[in-house]
């Protein structure tokens, strides 16, 4: 009985000694690091907030000041073409939003399948994760105005960069399909037509196949991970194939394919 006693109590010592012992110097200085750059980021966003407050309050003011200054009657046409104006723009932000919902459901059925791998969250900092959710953000956005869209798949969706994509305004409505689960999964019986694309295949697509499936790592990992998605093609027996960027960009010394 005190000899379990005894050991519970050094486990117990154990455990408490582990959960105190500081951070390394590296692990201090990348916390600093990022508690820098939310606190930066978060005055950034604050700045713009105010900003665009005083922006609206100097408009209104000036609009206000110009009525005023002008006869009843003058004043009256100027209140109701301002409301034209209005009306006509959210008609036409109605319908070109209906033409993108249309592309885009049209895309489902013809368009180019696109998979974004998300599958790499852990190995990618908060920083990062947010950083990934932004490009699909813009991704998305881009794709949406193209006249022949193609239809996004996201996969791996769970973990953090899930969570971060959650907080994407209008996230839930999008018109892309999203899977908790892996590209394999998504797509059984179709493991043939899966092409991952990564600057290290020795083959260049210089055409796209309407029939293959084109898989885009999801990482964002200022060239800590090279070949990583490379060997994971490779271990999972799925053809590979690099983008011609080169041909088109010249890319800076710091950069890589």
Known sequence: MEAGEQKDQNTTGDATNSEQQPFSKNKQKKLLK?????????????????????????????????????????RSKLIEARKGLRKERMEKRSEEKEKKIERLTRAKENGQKIVIDLEFSHLMSSNEINSLSQQIMYCYAVNGRSPTPAHLWLTGCSGGIGSQLQMLPGFDKWIIEKENGSYIEAFQGQKSNLVYLTADSETVLDILDCSKIYIIGGLVDRNRCKGITM???????????????GNYLKMSSSQTN
Do not use: C, N, V
Request: aromatic share 4%.
């Open 34 to 74: 990022q508690q820098r750059f939310e606190a930066k980021k978060a005055e950034k966003k604050a700045l713009m907030k105010e900003q665009k407050k005083k922006e609206g309050e100097r408009k209104r003011k000036e609009w206000q000041d110009t009525l005023e200054s002008l006869p009843e009657e003058e």
């Open 231 to 245: 060997k994971k093609a490779q271990e999972q027996e799925i053809q590979t194939a690099k983008l011609p960027i």
